[in-house]
């Protein structure tokens, strides 16, 4: 996790977490396009095993893009928790 240390020279603990908030609402329209183009068994008729397996991959990337929001949320908690 990045954990900036609020300071009088340093970024303002706003621009700190609402920048956070907004790169997390990016990471969510990513994983929402991402949902969009969720392989669909229509579009494989001659195997199946391969939907599975690329169904598996799409979730897998969709996991890493919510663990980025996570860790987002937890950097953005992080910095408000300095604020006393």
Known sequence: MIRPTLNSNGSSAYDLIENRAIAR???QQAIDALRSVMPNGRDYPIDNDLCVADRAEM????????EMQDDLLYEAVAIKNQLG
Do not use: K, M, T
């Open 25 to 27: 609402r990016h990471l």
């Open 59 to 66: 979730y897998r990337r969709i996991g890493l893009l919510a």
